[in-house]
């Protein structure tokens, strides 16, 4: 359990002894291998670095209805990358990585920092999650929310999530499964490029179904530089 209330000394095993962070749930002194992670409503100024190993998935609830909370108000969860939400403040406090950290789903969290998926991270899925950049995208002059480096990757999965910015595939991954299911996506140009772009040395299989698209200014969309 984790709450804003809460502290990482904690033993985490239940709401009343919640830990504080995200980090910690998923540090190698958190969450075991088939545990279920609730996280109670509130805000989360942290960087997420998956630290733990696992078997099998751990799972990261976001509890927007505090049904696991008692002492939380309902409402919704949200991890962000900015130090403060002053008119203008751009400072970070990070994003989130696996590096090449497996079996982990994420369900309905709003992730307002870049997610980076290093090499053979695989069984990954963010299901009805929100990721949106700590700042508010420039046509033209964006930057990837969410970076994917292919190279031993299998079985990513990002289903019926809103995500704003662009995506960055890399690497060399000839069997990867990326699959981007029923989301809606707006998409704003990695940099004076399209807003997914994919410079792999490979041919990673990559799937977007059933997902609306818009935006991405006088950009297009998708580019390749190797099919």
């Known amino acids: 359990y984790v709450k804003p209330t809460g502290s990482d000394l904690n033993a985490g095993t239940s709401a009343s002894i919640a830990w504080r962070t995200v980090t910690k749930a998923l540090s190698a002194t958190g969450a075991s291998s088939g545990d279920t992670v609730y996280v109670a409503p509130g805000i989360y100024r942290e960087t997420i670095s998956v630290a733990g190993t696992y078997a099998s998935t751990v799972t990261v609830i976001g509890d927007r209805t505090s049904s696991q909370f008692n002492d939380i108000a309902a409402g919704y969860v949200r991890i962000t990358g900015l130090a403060s939400d002053a008119l203008g403040s751009s400072t970070s406090v990070g994003d989130f990585t696996s590096n090449s950290k497996s079996n982990f789903r994420f369900e309905n969290i709003w992730f307002e920092m870049g997610i980076s998926l290093t090499s053979n991270t695989t069984n990954v899925t963010f299901i009805r999650c929100q990721i949106t950049p ?3 995208p420039t046509p033209g002059q964006g930057s990837a929310v969410i970076s994917l480096d292919t190279t031993g990757q299998s ?12 995506i960055y595939a890399s690497g060399s991954g000839n069997n990867t499964t990326t ?8 998409a704003t140009s990695i940099g004076s490029n ?3 772009e ?10 977007f179904s059933n997902c609306t698209i818009w935006g991405a200014s006088s950009q297009q969309i998708f580019r390749g530089y190797s099919p």
């Open 198 to 207: 994919g410079v792999n040395t490979g041919s990673p299989a990559i799937y």
């Open 155 to 166: 079985n990513i999965l990002f289903d019926k999530c809103f995500i704003v910015g662009g």
């Open 179 to 186: 699959r981007f299911n029923a989301c809606l996506w707006e």
């Open 134 to 136: 700590r700042t508010q």
């Open 194 to 196: 399209g807003s997914f």
